[in-house]
Structure formats: C-alpha cells, structure tokens
C-alpha cells in the first residue's frame, strides 16, 4: 500500500522559517519524481516546487523561488520542502505528491499526501 504522510506544518508568524516532510512507503522511492502543492482557502491547488526522480535542478513556482527549497533523502524514502521568509500568502494545506520516473516538469502524479496545514500570521 503506498503511503505519503507530510508533517511538519505548523503556525508560524510572517519572516518565519519552517519545514515540511513527507515520508513515503510502499513505492520505490528513488525511481519517483517528487511535488509539493498548496491549496489556500478558497482557491484551487497550485503548483510549488518538484524535484526528478534522476536529480537535476528543482522545479519552483514563481511566488517562492528564492524562498523555499526542496530536497530528498532517498535513504530515507523522504522529500522536503524547507520554506524561508515565510508571508501571510503561503497559508495553505500543504501537499506531496509522487510519480514514476516524474522530472521536476511532471504535471500529474498518480499518488498523494493527505496534506500539512502551515498558517502565517502577521
């Protein structure tokens, strides 16, 4: 049975840094590309950051390039989102999401997270 379980999400005030995690079961790990999505209130999920399963340069949304940064541990079946001057707009559920052999420019993932809350207040 494949497993995302995030964590890590939490409230924290604006210029604040957190990070997210995501610890993956039941797939092959390394052969996954990984994404990070957000879904604020109100609005539609949207795109954050994605990493290939082969390495390379990560993937980023323009609103947090610069800011957050993600990462993988495939010894520890683990991706990472760590988020740096955090601001009241980043407050969402925060998703992973895996495909096989996805790039950092994987538009659809066939398995998903059940998402971590991050609240940023002023």
């Known amino acids: 049975q494949v497993q995302l379980v995030e964590s890590g999400g939490g409230s924290v005030q604006a210029g604040d840094s957190l990070r997210v995690s995501c610890l993956v079961s039941?797939?092959?790990?390394?052969?996954?590309?990984m994404g990070w999505f957000r879904q604020a209130p109100g609005k539609e999920r949207e795109f954050v950051a994605a990493i290939s399963w082969a390495g390379g340069h990560p993937n980023y949304a323009d609103s947090v390039k610069g800011r957050f940064t993600i990462s993988r541990d495939n010894a520890k079946n683990t991706v990472y989102l760590q988020m740096n001057n955090l601001s009241l707009d980043d407050t969402a559920i925060y998703y992973c999401?895996?495909?096989?052999?996805?790039?950092?420019?994987?538009?659809?993932?066939?398995?998903w997270g059940q998402g971590t809350q991050v609240t940023v207040s002023s």
């Open positions: 999401a895996a495909q096989p052999y996805g790039t950092q420019y994987t538009v659809h993932y066939d398995y």
């Open positions: 039941g797939l092959s790990f390394s052969n996954y590309g």
